[in-house]
Nanobody, 115 residues
């Protein structure tokens, strides 16, 4: 059974930083494209960042320069380092693993940016 478990979400002040983690079981991350998505209140889910099994990364324009995705294959974990957080980054953040027709999601972790 595949499980993706996100952690690291919290309440943080504008300008602050957070690191989200996504740990997998029943799946080998190194053979998947891993992504972080988010859904803000009243909005559709959107891609934040992704990283291929080859290490190529892709970022939403709104987070470029502030957010970095990385993976540790030995730990089967994907990270999302978020700096200079803004109130508009407030959302539930979801981890995703995708390969061909296989598509897995975590349960999400809440990030709230507010003073």
């Amino acid at each position: 059974q595949v499980q993706l478990v996100e952690s690291g979400g919290a309440l943080v002040q504008p300008g602050g930083s957070l690191r989200l983690s996504c740990a997998g079981s029943g799946i080998t991350f190194s053979s998947y494209t891993m992504g972080w998505y988010r859904r803000a209140p009243g909005k559709q889910r959107e891609l934040v960042a992704s990283i291929t099994n080859g290490g190529s990364t892709n970022y939403a324009d709104s987070v470029k320069g502030r957010i970095t995705i990385s993976r540790d294959s030995a730990k089967n974990t994907v990270y999302l380092q978020m700096n200079s957080l803004k109130p508009e980054d407030t959302a539930v953040y979801y981890c995703n693993a995708r390969r061909s027709v296989l598509n897995y999601w975590g349960q999400g972790t809440q990030v709230t940016v507010s003073s």
